[in-house]
């Protein structure tokens, strides 16, 4: 019984990350660097994007942006077939794997290096950063159980 809770929780953890990267990837072809779901969420911005946009300048950045959302589109779409089929697996992991590091690189640098932690600031910074690592351990989590 509790190992099917598990597979429910985790089957809905990687429906909700594939989401959340197939939107991404779709807002920033759309021309929209912070995605859709800033809106629903108020601070929620694409972490990799907002990397990318860190270390790239004209249009080097874009290229580099484009390439990021066509890798975020297809890793959410391969976690929604991963689910179904088994011998997406690994591809799915290597696309997840990129993801990932890019988040990891864009937590270090934007939540935390030049993130503002001033008096009025502080909460909206934690509350970022607590954001960004629960979707980064979504993906360590749904990469990490096969």
Known sequence: ???NENAIGRILMQIALAALLFIGGVSIFNGNQQSILSSLSGSFNDLGARTIQNFFEGDVQQIVLYIFAAIEIVAGVLLIV???ARSVYQVADIF????AIVFIVGIVMIDVVNANWSNGYA?????SLAKDVLVLSTMIMVTSTN
């Open 82 to 84: 991963k689910i179904f």
């Open 123 to 127: 909460w909206n910074r934690l509350y």
């Open 96 to 99: 997840l794997l990129i993801v």
């Open 1 to 3: 019984m509790i190992k």
